[in-house]
């Protein structure tokens, strides 16, 4: 494996600063008994494939940030018999709150546990939210996957950056200023802005570690396969991206949503499938209006998506958030600029489409995929929704903070979004 050391990018930096806990965790029920053999060598292929599995962060004299791969060994696993659904998420919670030991130089930005029994295992993947995107980690399972299914097959290494840092195009990069003066003047406008919209000081807003133990509740919901293609075919029929609907599903409650952005194509380097963090977001702020049917809604809301995923828009964060940006400045900036963002409900949705289409072995006579879930830890109390297909369902996973936000609203929200979803496939059968 070739050596990897250079800096953080921006993309990296802007999720580095956030602070920790900021992990990405997958939990995977697999069919089938995974041996610890056999789990460790799909591991260190995975590892030998995705030169990002295997590196540290590191600070230099200057006060830089480094990923490094020297002495970092292989991924460590924790094995464990399996018990019961709740032991099960009480380890994915856990990961979910665990910070990264940055100083144990051994320890990769990753690490595995595995819940075993005769028929199946339950695999809890967690990742340093610096190091991944939601995408990355569907791919990374697939490859798992497919390591498990075929050990016989041989991984071949994906040509991520190894020692350039720098990934953003010449007409976003020129854009992105070389010191932190812009920065400084718009935290100081922020600190007042935050003061007159909100009423509180800069320190009331909340920061990694305000985080609390078992703080993390879930809402969850699938449509059944019939439901699930008749959706789909609704946004077909109404000149709709399926994300767009999804979203308006929710706006009568929240008008400010974050838009995760994939962003594998409008790099300077061909990512391809590489793991590594890739995603960037967008802001859509928009008022369901009761007036007009939910399409006319969701129309609105994608015309607004679309002028939002301009690059303008998108990079439009790193005039501000770079990495000519001290660390101290950013942890205060970051949690600011988000409330702010969000009008202190942070509400973002992640739609990883269809499972199904990104070749992962959903269905296998050795070992395949019985369900998939998955959040993000909430250093910043946001509220959010990961949806995926798979099998031909939808899933969706409603993810909020207790601490931070009314448990009746956050099912009220939920139970309203499938209650409009249902109301819609009312309507075309009546048609």
Not at 68 to 90: A, F, H, M, Q, W
Not at 226 to 236: A, D, Q, R
Not at 296 to 325: C, E, F, P, W
Not at 345 to 363: H, P, Q, V, W
Request: charged share 30%.
């Amino acid at each position: 494996m070739i050596l990897m050391r250079r800096k953080l990018n921006d993309l990296e930096y802007l999720n580095f600063s956030i602070s920790q806990p900021y992990n990405l965790v997958i939990v995977l029920r697999i069919k089938g008994k995974i041996t610890e053999e056999e789990l460790k060598e799909a591991l260190n292929k995975a590892q030998n494939r995705h030169p990002l599995l295997k590196v540290r962060i590191e600070a230099d004299e200057n006060d830089a940030y480094w990923f490094t791969s020297e002495g970092v060994k292989k991924i460590p696993l924790t094995i464990t018999k399996y018990e019961n659904d709740s032991r099960t998420n009480s380890l994915f919670l856990e990961n979910l709150e665990t910070p990264f030991e940055y100083e144990k130089k051994q320890l990769p930005l990753f690490r595995t546990t595995l819940l075993h029994s005769k028929e199946q295992a339950d695999l809890i993947l967690c990742a340093q939210h610096t190091i991944t995107d939601g995408l990355s980690m569907v791919f990374l399972t697939r490859d798992l996957i497919h390591f498990l299914n075929y050990p016989d097959s041989e991984p071949s290494p994906l040509l991520t950056p190894i020692k350039q840092e720098d990934i953003f195009p010449s007409e976003v990069r020129k854009r992105i200023p070389k010191n932190m003066f812009r920065t400084k003047v718009m935290f100081f406008l922020m600190r007042i802005y935050y003061f007159l919209k909100f009423g509180k000081r800069k320190t009331d807003v909340i920061h990694a570690d305000d985080y609390k133990k078992d703080d993390l509740k879930l809402i969850k919901w699938e449509l059944s396969e019939e439901e699930t293609n008749l959706f789909l075919k609704l946004c077909k029929k109404n000149n709709l991206a399926v994300h767009s609907a999804v979203c308006t599903l929710f706006l009568p409650h929240i008008s400010t949503i974050n838009n995760p952005v994939n962003l594998r194509d409008r790099l300077a380097y061909p990512i391809g499938e590489s793991f590594g963090l890739y995603a960037g977001g967008t802001v859509v702020r928009k008022k369901y209006k009761e007036r007009k049917d939910f399409w006319k809604n969701a129309k609105r809301y994608q015309s607004s998506l679309y002028l939002k995923l301009r690059d303008k828009k998108v990079y439009k964060i790193h005039k501000m958030v770079h990495t000519g940006v001290p660390l101290n400045i950013l942890n205060e900036f970051g949690p600011m600029f988000i409330e702010i963002a969000g009008n202190q409900e942070a509400f973002a949705i992640t739609n990883l489409g269809s499972l199904d289409r990104l070749g992962i072995k959903l269905d296998s006579e050795k070992f395949s995929i019985d369900s998939f879930s998955g959040a993000v830890s909430f250093a910043i109390g946001a509220i959010t929704v990961l949806v995926y297909t798979m099998r031909g369902k939808m899933s969706f996973h409603f993810h909020y903070l207790e601490s931070r936000h009314n448990a009746q609203k956050m099912k009220r929200i939920a139970e309203n979004a499938q209650f409009r979803f249902r109301s819609l496939l009312a309507e075309n059968l009546k048609e």
